[in-house]
């Protein structure tokens, strides 16, 4: 019987989120809900022949594949994985399933992390995250907020999330300004906003908000250079990828008082180490990875993740990432 895993099920959703009792007397479905480093991920999954990630939450080097002999399949949400060595997975013979956008589950999920954006926003700049713990703490408020109305949001990447903030921001009553490499003036005005430089990006904002793909392009691009054009009393806030951001620039950054605050969903190393300096920065507004952390979300998901491992156990047609994986997995099996 195939083994399948479950990856990183957090929140213990996976199994309520899709059929999976459509693998019942096919399949074995085991769960791992929380975070396996490398090491013991070598050891608990050596013998599963599929493993089912959530986005970037297990990393997949090439000396992970090296370690699991049995792996034949690992199904990825999106069309890609960053940390996925795909090259070490095409020559392991290990196959990667990408989703299928085109189903139709996909569609009216793209809201998550632009309204999860807008909540962290104000949380930040209203000092939520420090003010809860004092009132846990049996304390009262100590510090003061600020109003986005009249305000400037400069949107670091103006494609479909970005897209979304800025219809928010017009009904916030906020001035919006953005760049990215290939934006034009019409995109730009098309849903409210001013394109600018990216210089005047960062000094003319108050609140900076991050939204592009991570790329060898957009990897680290906001460093303390940016970082020393903003105003002392902006905020940043970042739900895109944590690499976008030099993380020590950023740490300096707010420690040293050059800008207000932040807001952070997302981290170089996931989960951060449990002695990050973020996780104790009363400047910094921090929340775990939740952008697309919804029930609907997660049912696209793990739907679309379903439907590649009936079709890779009933041995029909798949979704293929590296189809030359195929070959090699072939060879494998005639040795």
Request: charge should be neutral; hydrophobic fraction near 45%; proline fraction near 4%.
């Amino acid at each position: 019987m195939i083994k399948v895993a479950l990856l990183d099920d957090y929140a213990r959703v996976a199994l309520k989120s899709a059929d999976w009792q459509v693998l019942k007397g096919k399949a074995e479905v085991t769960v791992f809900d929380r975070h396996l480093s490398e090491d013991e991920a070598a050891a608990q999954l050596k013998s599963f022949d599929v493993l089912c990630t959530i986005r970037e939450r297990m990393s997949l080097p090439r000396n992970l594949f090296a370690r699991l002999s049995n792996l034949k399949l690992v199904t990825i949400i999106g069309m890609a994985l960053p940390n996925l060595d795909i090259a070490a997975a095409t020559e392991h013979g290990v196959i990667v399933s990408h989703s299928n956008f085109a189903n139709p589950i996909f569609a009216g999920i793209q809201n998550a992390t632009p309204e999860l954006t807008w909540g962290l926003m104000i949380a930040t700049v209203r000092h939520m995250g420090p003010e809860a713990r004092r009132m846990r703490e049996g304390g009262w408020q100590s510090t003061v907020g600020m109003i986005l109305a009249d305000r400037t949001l400069g949107l670091l990447g103006l494609g479909r999330i970005g897209k979304r903030m800025a219809a928010y921001a017009r009904a916030f009553g906020m001035n919006v300004i953005a760049w990215s490499q290939n934006l034009t003036d019409e995109t730009a005005s098309s849903v409210g906003a001013r394109r600018v430089a990216k210089d005047d990006l960062f000094r003319l904002c108050d609140i900076l908000s991050i939204h592009v793909v991570l790329s060898d392009r957009t990897r680290g691009l906001v460093t303390a250079r940016e970082l020393a054009l903003m105003k002392p009393e902006s905020y940043l806030i970042n739900t895109s990828r944590g690499p976008i951001v030099v993380e020590a620039d950023l740490i300096a950054a707010l420690k040293e008082g050059k800008i207000a605050g932040a807001g952070i969903d997302v981290f170089d190393i996931e989960p951060p180490p449990r002695d990050h300096p973020f996780r104790t920065m009363d400047n910094v507004f921090v929340s775990p990875h939740l952008g697309y952390v919804t029930h609907e979300t997660l049912r696209a998901f793990y739907t679309d993740t379903l439907d590649a491992v009936v079709a890779f156990v009933n041995g029909a047609a798949i979704r293929v990432a590296n189809p030359a994986a195929l070959e090699h997995a072939k060879h494998r099996g005639a040795r």
